[in-house]
Protein backbone atom coordinates (compact mmCIF):
# COMPACT_ATOMS: atom_id res chain seq x y z
CA UNK A 1 0.00 0.00 0.00
CA UNK A 2 1.44 3.50 -1.22
CA UNK A 3 1.68 5.82 2.22
CA UNK A 4 3.56 8.96 2.59
CA UNK A 5 3.68 10.13 6.17
CA UNK A 6 5.02 13.34 7.37
CA UNK A 7 6.54 14.75 10.39
CA UNK A 8 8.20 17.23 12.51
CA UNK A 9 5.45 19.45 12.97
CA UNK A 10 5.13 21.03 16.38
CA UNK A 11 4.78 24.33 18.56
CA UNK A 12 7.77 27.26 17.81
CA UNK A 13 8.25 31.07 18.71
CA UNK A 14 8.35 33.37 15.97
CA UNK A 15 12.05 33.15 14.49
CA UNK A 16 12.57 29.94 15.17
CA UNK A 17 13.27 26.82 12.70
CA UNK A 18 11.51 23.08 11.84
CA UNK A 19 12.59 20.51 9.23
CA UNK A 20 9.72 19.13 8.48
CA UNK A 21 10.02 15.27 7.21
CA UNK A 22 7.63 13.03 4.36
CA UNK A 23 8.50 9.48 4.52
CA UNK A 24 7.15 7.11 2.05
CA UNK A 25 5.90 3.77 1.85
CA UNK A 26 5.22 0.94 -0.48
CA UNK A 27 6.73 2.66 -3.03
CA UNK A 28 10.28 4.31 -3.36
CA UNK A 29 10.09 8.12 -3.73
CA UNK A 30 12.83 8.39 -7.27
CA UNK A 31 11.48 8.99 -10.40
CA UNK A 32 8.46 11.29 -8.15
CA UNK A 33 7.96 15.10 -8.16
CA UNK A 34 7.14 15.78 -4.69
CA UNK A 35 5.55 18.77 -3.03
CA UNK A 36 4.68 20.55 0.29
CA UNK A 37 1.42 21.84 1.32
CA UNK A 38 0.26 23.61 3.79
CA UNK A 39 -3.53 24.68 4.63
CA UNK A 40 -4.35 26.75 7.54
CA UNK A 41 -7.93 27.08 9.03
CA UNK A 42 -10.78 28.61 6.67
CA UNK A 43 -8.39 29.11 4.22
CA UNK A 44 -7.05 27.21 0.67
CA UNK A 45 -4.23 24.48 0.23
CA UNK A 46 -1.50 26.66 -0.65
CA UNK A 47 1.47 24.99 -2.54
CA UNK A 48 4.46 25.74 -0.43
CA UNK A 49 7.44 23.74 -2.31
CA UNK A 50 7.90 21.29 -4.59
CA UNK A 51 11.28 19.06 -5.78
CA UNK A 52 11.46 17.53 -8.82
CA UNK A 53 12.24 13.31 -9.40
CA UNK A 54 16.22 13.84 -9.59
CA UNK A 55 16.23 17.06 -7.39
CA UNK A 56 17.01 19.13 -10.33
CA UNK A 57 14.21 21.75 -10.32
CA UNK A 58 12.63 22.87 -6.69
CA UNK A 59 10.06 26.31 -6.24
CA UNK A 60 8.75 27.82 -3.83
CA UNK A 61 5.79 30.06 -3.11
CA UNK A 62 6.77 33.90 -2.53
CA UNK A 63 6.08 33.02 1.04
CA UNK A 64 8.41 30.77 1.37
CA UNK A 65 11.59 31.88 -0.98
CA UNK A 66 14.61 32.63 1.38
CA UNK A 67 13.10 30.76 4.68
CA UNK A 68 12.41 27.51 3.05
CA UNK A 69 14.30 24.83 1.75
CA UNK A 70 12.84 21.76 -0.09
CA UNK A 71 15.15 18.61 -0.33
CA UNK A 72 15.02 14.95 -0.97
CA UNK A 73 17.08 11.89 -0.14
CA UNK A 74 16.19 8.96 -2.00
CA UNK A 75 18.55 6.72 -0.50
CA UNK A 76 16.44 6.97 2.69
CA UNK A 77 13.05 7.28 0.73
CA UNK A 78 12.85 10.86 2.53
CA UNK A 79 11.71 14.38 1.07
CA UNK A 80 12.46 17.44 3.49
CA UNK A 81 11.02 20.42 4.11
CA UNK A 82 13.56 22.63 5.85
CA UNK A 83 11.86 25.95 7.34
CA UNK A 84 13.37 28.98 8.75
CA UNK A 85 12.66 32.49 10.51
CA UNK A 86 9.11 30.88 11.03
CA UNK A 87 6.09 33.10 11.36
CA UNK A 88 2.61 32.89 12.91
CA UNK A 89 1.18 33.19 8.84
CA UNK A 90 2.95 30.06 8.66
CA UNK A 91 0.53 27.93 11.05
CA UNK A 92 -0.89 25.41 9.14
CA UNK A 93 -1.02 21.99 8.48
CA UNK A 94 1.64 20.54 6.29
CA UNK A 95 1.09 18.38 3.29
CA UNK A 96 3.37 16.20 1.15
CA UNK A 97 2.16 14.65 -1.99
CA UNK A 98 4.16 13.11 -4.84
CA UNK A 99 3.75 11.78 -7.88
CA UNK A 100 5.45 9.44 -10.47
CA UNK A 101 7.14 10.10 -13.17
CA UNK A 102 8.11 13.72 -12.91
CA UNK A 103 12.03 13.56 -13.37
CA UNK A 104 12.57 17.10 -14.12
CA UNK A 105 10.07 19.33 -13.20
CA UNK A 106 7.55 19.83 -10.53
CA UNK A 107 4.30 21.83 -9.62
CA UNK A 108 2.76 23.73 -6.68
CA UNK A 109 -0.94 22.88 -7.42
CA UNK A 110 -2.92 20.31 -5.55
CA UNK A 111 -4.24 18.42 -8.85
CA UNK A 112 -0.81 17.38 -10.22
CA UNK A 113 -0.52 15.22 -7.49
CA UNK A 114 -1.79 11.24 -6.71
CA UNK A 115 -0.51 10.47 -3.29
CA UNK A 116 -0.89 12.43 -0.21
CA UNK A 117 -0.23 12.07 3.46
CA UNK A 118 -2.29 12.80 6.48
CA UNK A 119 -0.68 16.05 7.26
CA UNK A 120 1.58 17.62 10.67
CA UNK A 121 0.48 20.71 12.48
CA UNK A 122 3.16 23.49 12.74
CA UNK A 123 1.94 26.05 15.21
CA UNK A 124 3.99 29.64 15.39
CA UNK A 125 2.96 31.65 18.33
CA UNK A 126 4.23 34.19 20.22
Known amino acids: QRQLVESGGGLVQPGGSLRLSCAAS????????VGWFRQAPGKEREGVSC????????DYADSAKGRFTISRDDSKNMVYLQMNTLKPEDTAVYYC???????????????????WGQGTQVTVFS
Open 26 to 33: GFTFDHHA
Open 97 to 115: AAQFGFLSSCARRSDFYDD
Open 51 to 58: ISGTGSMT
